[in-house]
């Protein structure tokens, strides 16, 4: 038997499938930078190659799959480490 969702509940699950965005190319730049690391640093951590982690930061390519949602997540955590205030000594 089907039962609708509630609105809200359905909208929730939508959400939590939409693809997630990337940040501008200059921004995935920018942030990489911030974090002092280097493209083959990504390309290492999201075991690709060092061109086509240079490929996704430039916005020539785009990752795919769980590329994208692990690329997305990377992009995220250093852009809140770049917002957060250092703490005080």
Known sequence: MFVPMHTDNASAFIASRARPTLPSPAMRRELRRAAGLTVRDVADYHRVSGPTASRWES??????????????????VLAETQTASPEEP
């Open 59 to 76: 916005g020539k390519r785009h990752p795919g799959g769980q590329h994208l949602w692990r690329y997305a997540a990377f992009l995220d």
